[in-house]
């Protein structure tokens, strides 16, 4: 589920990508900014289907050591804690991401179980009693140890989607909050409430359509400021700063501004966030406190 911030940075991503293809008439924004949104989706179901390939991969192990010519004790009586995990147990893959090559996803997932069945956290785990708790820290550490911060998996991602690596994160604290709740891991929902869904589409479309009476706003306020300096980054996060202040009213300003300039320290230059909060807090101060 996005929280309001996420839905920020999609929206800015939207817009910059419609920004760099402007002239090109057979661009949909509407359809691009969907198409980014469902994104976090599939990249969800691809994690959650890499977490099921991992308990595959391990129960198939089991059944190949038992099917030796002559098994040993433990082939025959294997140690399945692993396997029986509870929360491993439940998962589901609903092929979400069927256009991504399945060979790819089972590569990756061997490499994790290889790498994760020496790690001290699993010899630790396959000695410990059940407990509910340890089950859920021991997902916790697959997640943040060998699939979010693995390099492998970001090079993958990244060929099949530019959005995929800001999404990572956001994956991960949902999978957390999840399991934390004991939900269910294989349902996951776009947007916690539809007035999150409404926010979104409303900002992305009243920032492209207020466009030019933004801009203009945006020039007078940067009077000592040459206009073509000013990088596009930093533009659309003025123009939706803005934006969100004139439209959504139950947004005290102050969170605006401030989620705004956290967004300008990650897409844009150093000394963005200086200039940009230089204009926001004088369109604050000499406009919308005017006008109130």
Known sequence: ?????????????????????????SFDLRKEFTHNLEGYLHLYHLII????????IAQEEINIKKMKLLPKEDDLNPNTKFIQNSILKTIKSKKKHTYIEE???????????????????????????????????????????????????????????IYWNDDLLIVYNTLLE????????????LFRHKEDE?????????????????????????????KDRIALSDLIIMR??????????????KVTLDEYIDISKEYSSPKSKEFINGILDKYIKDILEKKL
């Open 1 to 25: 589920m996005l929280p309001r911030r996420h839905i920020r940075i999609k929206v800015f991503q939207s817009l910059y990508t419609y920004s760099q293809k402007f002239h090109h008439q």
């Open 49 to 56: 289907h890499l977490l099921f390939s991992i308990r595959l």
């Open 103 to 161: 060979h790819k996803i089972q590569n990756i997932a061997k490499n994790i179980f290889k790498k994760f069945k020496k790690s001290n956290t699993y010899l630790e785990y396959m000695q410990q009693q059940n407990d509910s708790k340890i089950e859920k820290s021991l997902i916790f550490k697959i997640l943040k140890h060998h699939i979010i911060i693995n390099e492998k998996i970001h090079d993958f991602i990244e060929d099949h989607s």
């Open 178 to 189: 999840k399991i934390n709740n004991n939900q269910n891991l294989n349902i996951i929902k």
């Open 198 to 226: 409404t926010y979104a589409y409303r900002l992305l479309e009243h920032t492209i359509q207020n466009v030019d009476k933004t801009n203009k706003m945006i020039f007078s306020l940067a009077k000592n400021w040459d």
């Open 240 to 253: 939706m700063a803005i934006t969100e202040m004139r439209y959504f009213t139950n947004i005290p300003h």
